[in-house]
């Protein structure tokens, strides 16, 4: 079974500062897909980013993008130029055909955004 | 394009009763996932189906909670007997499957269960 781990239970950055957020997992599997979710205060789950496995290229959203490192099962993501709207709880998942794709989650980072 | 619709937002039920939670998904979609979030803690997978049919439950406990997706109408997450451990947020997703592309999960909103 796939595990996914967020070491950093909360975090807090200062407006227009820049903050990375960890998660590393463990599969056994080469085919899969990572993702980061939002989920302000409001509860709603929303996409940040995701990254294909098969795609060395770190994947970028505006002022988001990630650290993908295959080799170390570690996907980190940046969030620059923070602004107080992105302050939510942020998870890490996983996912791959073998699980029907359906996500795994990490426990997730609070991060609090501050004037 | 409503997105993943879910009703109700909010039910409260004394333990015992029965608590029945409705997910729409997106327009064109025909897989639907549910997940649990227990206060201060991440999703956590129950079930996944596709119309008709259950893909994987590997999530779901094996007393009290089912879950259907009939060929017409929403998919519902049924829980009877409800007891207080049963609080909790439950999410419903939905995706295409991967025939875009990486499956992506759009999730609705959220249904809170409170059990007194």
């Known amino acids: 079974a796939q595990t996914v781990t967020q070491s950093q239970p909360e975090m807090s950055v200062q407006e227009a500062e820049t903050v990375t957020l960890s998660c590393t997992y463990d599969?056994?599997?080469?085919?899969?897909?990572l993702f980061w979710y939002k989920q302000p205060p409001s509860r709603q789950m929303i996409l940040v980013i995701r990254?294909?496995?098969?795609?060395?290229q770190n994947a970028t959203e505006n002022r988001f993008s990630v650290n993908f490192q295959k080799a170390a099962k570690s996907f980190s993501l940046k969030i620059s130029d923070s602004q107080l709207g992105d302050t939510a709880m942020y998870f890490c998942?996983?996912?791959?055909?073998?699980?029907?794709?359906?996500?795994?989650f990490g426990k997730g980072t609070s991060l609090l955004v501050t004037p | 394009n409503a997105g993943v619709m879910q009703n109700p937002r909010h039910l409260v039920r004394r333990r015992g009763q029965e608590a029945r939670l409705r997910c729409s998904p997106m327009k064109g979609h025909s897989h639907v996932y549910w997940y649990r979030q227990l206060p201060e803690e991440g999703l956590k997978f129950m079930v996944y189906?596709?119309?008709?049919?259950?893909?994987?439950e590997s999530g779901m406990p094996k007393e009290r909670f089912s879950a259907e997706f009939p060929k017409e109408g929403p998919s519902i997450l049924r829980i009877q007997q409800v007891v207080r451990g049963d609080s909790a947020a439950y999410f419903c997703?939905?995706?295409?499957?991967?025939?875009?592309?990486?499956?992506?999960?759009?999730f609705g909103a959220g249904s809170r269960l409170t059990v007194l």
């Open positions: 599969t056994s599997e080469s085919n899969y897909y």
């Open positions: 990254q294909e496995a098969y795609k060395q």
């Open positions: 997703a939905s995706s295409d499957g991967g025939t875009s592309g990486a499956n992506v999960l759009t």
């Open positions: 998942a996983f996912t791959s055909i073998n699980s029907g794709y359906a996500l795994n």
């Open positions: 189906l596709q119309k008709e049919n259950i893909i994987d």
